[in-house]
């Protein structure tokens, strides 16, 4: 399996982002799949996980302005990031989560400015 997240890019507070994670392997379906995040300085925080029906959960913090989806044809994992704060501001990673196995991305740089 390879992860490869995009959509990272600098933003001014209050805009809007929308990050993807293409999933290359077999059986994307089955995976529970999640974004973190590592902010310069600080441990990688789990911000959003989608399970394999599609149920979600987010990090207190993100709650309410950020949206996570996914599209199994696709293979895909999405993040939309609104109402964004400086405190966003961080290294975004997907990981593909099987219980057993686990898989990391590399990550999308998104920087908010104040």
């Known amino acids: 399996v390879q992860l490869q997240a995009s959509g990272g890019g600098l933003v001014q507070a209050g805009e809007s982002l929308r990050l993807s994670c293409a999933f290359r392997g077999s059986y994307f379906r089955v995976y529970v799949m999640h974004w973190y995040r590592q902010a310069p300085g600080s441990q990688r925080e789990l911000v959003a996980t989608?399970?394999?029906?599609?149920?979600?959960d987010y990090a207190a913090s993100v709650k309410g302005r950020f949206s996570m989806s996914r599209d199994n044809t696709e293979k895909e994992a999405y993040l939309q990031m609104n109402s964004l704060v400086p405190e966003d501001t961080a290294v975004y990673y997907c990981n593909a989560d099987l219980g057993t196995k686990n898989y990391w991305g590399r990550g999308t740089l998104v920087t908010v400015s104040s």
């Open positions: 989608i399970d394999q029906g599609g149920a979600t």
